[in-house]
């Protein structure tokens, strides 16, 4: 068996018998209905956690990819789930759009719209919607796609507000995260913003859509990378003035891959001639934080190997080999799932671990399940390998 049957049986055995079998096993709750908020690094389910809109989200996404990827019946079943109580208990009914958290009991608890959160919504139904053609998917999906344009659109200077009220009136606090600063506006909500609507045109092929779509990819390019280091700026005021702060080599490689998968989805010789470079400059600039064991910084300043990070550097890697004309993608690909296996993967109760430690321990303190530890990158990565190879 050569490398590449043994990489491809290794990822599909990762993706149904450790990632999306242990989202099936330990998060569904019979009594709530959904899914749980959080389950704890060493595996204990805690019913108390709130219900964030990215997680859910990202469970609709990952079971339908699953689903059109391997038709099983189970991850159908799963999707179906996720997207009757996304539906039934993330929309605002009164406003439009979507909360960011929920009660347990999947009451309305947190109630700003969050564009970030706005954005995975339309990433998750689109996929339901081009899994198995639901309308009821396709319809909520548009309606937020015509929220954020009417609502966190900025006229004036391009791009989209961070965050709004529940009646979208401004905020003073646009934070994503405790890990994020507070800013108007920011790398990570545009880049997912596009992922979005790059989705959802794959199943819409709308023409104001597609043009939203081109005009992110230039935002991408003229604004957010630095056009001599190919790093992303992570924060920006309204008028696009950078905050200064460090740079993610784990979104610079994660963003030239969805980058140039966008350009290739609204079909455009004149925008993938634009997208093409710049991917793989971001491409390079994120490979800055490659180490010799095959993983990836997290970013400047901060040497833990995240599990996201990980999945990102494989398909980035493996995109760069693809489409960007590098010889030696594939082997840091490889590379990097080697890592992966080794340290990230807990064969004992099943996922990823959050992190591992420079020494590679694994960090079993941070979250298996939750806010932001979701069904997400890794199966996306199994599925682009699948895709790829």
């Known amino acids: 068996m050569n490398r590449t049957d043994t990489f491809l049986r290794e990822i599909r055995a990762n993706l149904e018998n450790n990632i999306l079998s242990f989202w099936l096993d330990n998060t569904r709750d019979p009594l709530e209905g959904g899914f749980l908020g959080r389950i704890s690094g060493t595996g204990e389910p805690d019913r108390k956690a709130p219900r964030g809109t990215i997680l859910n989200a990202r469970i609709l996404w990952a079971f339908s990819a699953a689903w059109k990827a391997l038709r099983k019946k189970e991850y159908l079943i799963a999707a179906g789930r996720a997207k009757d109580y996304f539906l039934g208990h993330f929309i605002d009914h009164k406003y439009g759009g ?4 929920l009660t347990p009991a999947g009451i309305r608890l947190e ?12 990433y998750g139904l689109s996929e339901f919607y081009g899994a198995t053609g639901d309308d009821e998917a396709l319809k909520a999906a548009r309606n937020l796609y015509l929220i954020i344009e009417k609502e966190f659109a900025d006229p004036v200077h391009g791009g989209y507000f961070e965050a709004r009220g529940r009646d979208f009136q401004p905020l003073e606090d646009m934070t994503l995260s405790a890990h994020d600063i507070n800013a108007a506006k920011t790398m990570n909500s545009h880049l997912h913003l596009l992922e979005a609507y790059a989705n959802l045109y794959k199943v819409w092929p709308d023409e104001g859509l597609r043009e939203k779509t081109i005009a992110l990819l230039d935002i991408l390019r003229e604004r957010i990378m630095d056009p001599k280091t190919g790093h992303l700026h992570l924060y920006f005021n309204e008028d696009w003035s950078v905050i200064p702060g ?17 350009a290739f989805i609204v079909r455009d010789i004149d925008v993938i001639g634009r997208i093409r470079p710049a991917a793989l400059q971001m491409a390079r600039a994120g490979l800055e934080g490659l180490q010799p064991d095959g993983s990836l910084l997290y970013e400047s300043g901060d040497d833990s190997r995240q599990w996201w990070v990980e999945a990102e550097n494989v398909v980035g890697n493996l995109w760069l080999w693809k489409y960007q004309g590098d010889p030696d993608g594939a082997d840091r690909a490889l590379a990097c799932w080697d ?14 671990f959050w992190s591992c430690a420079p020494d590679g321990t694994p960090n079993r303190t941070d979250d298996k399940a939750g806010f932001w530890k979701c069904p997400y990158h890794n199966s996306r990565m199994c599925l682009q390998v699948l895709s790829l190879l």
Do not use: M
């Not at 979507?98 to 958290?101: A, I, M």
């Not at 109630?111 to 339309?122: D, W």
């Not at 890592?339 to 990823?352: A, N, Q, S």
């Open 98 to 101: 979507v909360y960011w958290s």
């Open 339 to 352: 890592y992966i296996k080794t340290h990230l993967v807990d064969t004992e109760r099943g996922e990823w």
């Open 246 to 262: 460090a740079f993610s080599y784990g979104h610079d490689i994660e963003t030239s891959w969805l980058a140039l998968e966008a």
């Open 111 to 122: 109630t700003k719209k969050q564009l970030y959160a706005q954005a995975f919504a339309i």
